[in-house]
Nanobody, 124 residues
Framework: QVQLVESGGGSVQPGGSLRLSCAAS????????MGWFRQAPGKEREGVAG???????SYADFVKGRFTISQDNAKNTLYLQMNSLKPEDTAMYYC??????????????????WGQGTQVTVSS
C-alpha cells in the first residue's frame, strides 16, 4: 500500500520560505495525483496544490504565485516550495495520493492515502 512521509516543516518569519518534502513508497497504479493539503486549528482541511502522473498541476487561489509543487519520480519524492509565507499559512501540511484521474480538483474524499503531516508555523 502507498506510504507517505512528510518532512521540511518548521517555524519561519512572515515573508520567509520553506520547502516541504513527501517521500512516497508502495505505488500501485501508473496513473495518480499527488496533492498537498493543510489544516489549521479549528478549520477544515483544504487543498493547496496537486500534480498528476502526466505533470499537470493545480493550485489553490490563496497560494498561486507563492507556492510551487513539483515531483522527482526517480526519487519518489513530492515537493512544495513555499515562498512569501504569511501567518495565515500556519497549519499542519499533509501530502496525499489519489488514483483518480480527476484528483487535480483537490477534493479531500478523492485521496485515499495520507501522510502524518508536518507543521508549518509562520510568526514574528
Amino acid at each position: 500500500q502507498v506510504q507517505l512521509v512528510e518532512s521540511g516543516g518548521g517555524s519561519v518569519q512572515p515573508g520567509g520560505s520553506l520547502r516541504l518534502s513527501c517521500a512516497a513508497s508502495g505505488y500501485t497504479y501508473r496513473r495518480y495525483c499527488m496533492g498537498w493539503f493543510r489544516q489549521a486549528p479549528g478549520k477544515e482541511r483544504e487543498g493547496v496544490a496537486g500534480i498528476d502522473s502526466d505533470g499537470s498541476i493545480s493550485y489553490a487561489d490563496f497560494v498561486k504565485g507563492r507556492f510551487t509543487i513539483s515531483q522527482d519520480n526517480a526519487k519518489n519524492t513530492l515537493y512544495l516550495q513555499m515562498n512569501s509565507l504569511k501567518p495565515e499559512d500556519t497549519a499542519m501540511y499533509y501530502c496525499a495520493h489519489s488514483s483518480l484521474v480527476y484528483g487535480l480538483a483537490l477534493r479531500e474524499a478523492d485521496f485515499g492515502y495520507w501522510g502524518q503531516g508536518t507543521q508549518v508555523t509562520v510568526s514574528s
